[in-house]
């Protein structure tokens, strides 16, 4: 199996600013997917970076892959305080299940 | 398109019942997958399956099993039902093994 492990397990930031959360992993993967999820409700995908892409952009989000050192952040630009939520990522080998870490807690101060 | 549905929402049973929990994937998806979110433990993977047949298995008592249907649709079973099985019930469907997922709302489930 492959677990994503976010860092850091919790951020505290203020409305405005940036927020970087980051993931590592073990093993070769296919692809990297970042989650997040809202108290209480269900996840929403939020991007998929392939192993053969080393960034990638969706509005106020901002995803990086290093296949080398195993690892990828999530850059949330400009925060709201409607991104408090938790993200969790999600690597992905080839016929292997998906195991979510505990992810990061973000909250942003209005 | 219509997301994902899980019914039903919200469930309340006694210890030693059994429950079964329905999930209704994405037009076209063939993969759903299941998971348990309980405070201390995470986010636990239970099962993922494709074209009626269980793909992966995560490390659940046997008292968790699961089932497709040729439509896709899919349910969870749990049979004598523990406090400590107390959690969200997730199910997110995505069109092949490995690709975005799609969440559902989620059942969430209290054994008293």
């Known amino acids: 199996s492959q677990q994503g492990e976010e860092d850091p397990q919790a951020l505290s930031i203020q409305e405005g600013e940036n927020a970087t959360m980051n993931c590592s992993y073990k093993t070769s993967i296919n692809n990297l997917q970042w989650y997040r999820q809202n108290s209480g409700r269900g996840l929403v995908h939020l991007i998929l970076i392939r192993s053969n892409e080393r960034e990638k952009h969706s509005g106020r989000l901002r995803v990086t892959l290093d296949t080398s050192k195993k690892s990828s952040s999530l850059l949330i630009t400009a925060s709201r305080a409607a991104d408090t939520a938790s993200y969790f990522c999600?690597?992905?080998?080839?016929?292997?299940?998906?195991?979510f870490g505990a992810g990061t807690r973000l909250f942003v101060k209005a | 398109k219509a997301g994902v549905t899980q019914t039903p929402r919200y469930l309340i049973k006694t210890r030693g019942q059994q429950v079964t929990l329905s999930c209704s994937p994405i037009?076209?998806?063939?993969?759903v997958s299941w998971y348990q979110q309980t405070p201390g433990q995470g986010l636990q993977f239970l099962f993922e399956y494709f074209s009626e047949t269980q793909r992966n298995k995560g490390n659940f008592p046997g008292r968790f099993s699961g089932r497709q249907f040729s439509n896709s649709r899919s349910e969870m079973n749990v049979s004598t039902l523990e406090l400590g099985d107390s959690a969200l019930y997730l199910c997110?469907?995505?069109?092949?093994?490995?690709?975005?997922?799609?969440f559902g709302p989620g059942t969430r489930l209290t054994v008293l």
């Open positions: 037009s076209g998806h063939r993969s």
């Open positions: 999600a690597p992905h080998t080839g016929g292997f299940k998906t195991i």
């Open positions: 997110a469907s995505s069109l092949a093994l490995g690709n975005e997922q799609f």
